[in-house]
Every structure is written in structure tokens, then in C-alpha cells.
Nanobody, 121 residues
Framework: QVQLVESGGGLVQAGGSLRLSCAAS????????MGWYRQTPGKQRELVAA???????NYADSVKGRFTISGDNAKRTVYLQMNSLKPEDTAVYFC???????????????WGQGTQVTVSS
């Protein structure tokens, strides 16, 4: 079984910073693409940032210049550094990693349970 566990969420004032972490554990042969999504009540989950195993990154326009994604495939961990936080960044943040559990199985996306980020004005 593969588990992704997020940490680092919480309450912060506008303009502040938080760093989210997401570590994968379990029977893992390899991991490649990693990402962070967020969701607010009544809305669809949206991509915040993603990183490939080649370190190519992609960001939502709303977080460009403020958030930085990084990953360590050897440690099966992805990070999201969030600076200059705004109230509209308030959401549940979910991490995802594309993982192969063996050489003969296709990689698939695994998700964390989500961590709440609340930005007060």
C-alpha cells in the first residue's frame, strides 16, 4: 500500500508564509511527477503547482511568483513553499505523486488526505 502524508498547513495572516510537505511511504518502486492541488467548498479541485522528475515546473497563474514547488524523488517527498499568502489562497491543499509500485505495473496517481490552509485578512 502507498500512503501520502501531508503536513505544514495551518492558519497564517495575509502576507505570511507556509511550507507544505508531502511524503510518500509504502511499497514504492519509483515516483516521478508530483504536484499540489487545492479545493474550496463548492468548487472543483484546481492545480496549484506541478513538477516533473526532470524538474520542469508548472504553476497556476494565481500563484506564480509567490509559490515554489520542489521535489525529492529519492525521498519521495514534494514541498510547496507559499509566500505572500492571500485570503483567496485559503483552501484544502492536496498533494499527488505518480508512483510505480513494481516494474511490471503502470504508474498511477496517489493522493494525500489534504491539509487545511487558512489565510486571515
Amino acid at each position: 500500500q502507498v500512503q501520502l502524508v501531508e503536513s505544514g498547513g495551518g492558519l497564517v495572516q495575509a502576507g505570511g508564509s507556509l511550507r507544505l510537505s508531502c511524503a510518500a511511504s509504502g511499497s514504492i518502486f519509483a515516483s516521478n511527477n508530483m504536484g499540489w492541488y487545492r479545493q474550496t467548498p463548492g468548487k472543483q479541485r484546481e492545480l496549484v503547482a506541478a513538477i516533473t522528475s526532470s524538474r520542469i515546473t508548472n504553476y497556476a497563474d494565481s500563484v506564480k511568483g509567490r509559490f515554489t514547488i520542489s521535489g525529492d524523488n529519492a525521498k519521495r517527498t514534494v514541498y510547496l513553499q507559499m509566500n505572500s499568502l492571500k485570503p483567496e489562497d485559503t483552501a484544502v491543499y492536496f498533494c499527488t505523486q505518480r508512483i510505480k509500485i513494481s516494474t511490471w505495473e503502470l504508474a498511477r496517481d496517489y493522493w494525500g488526505q489534504g491539509t487545511q490552509v487558512t489565510v486571515s485578512s
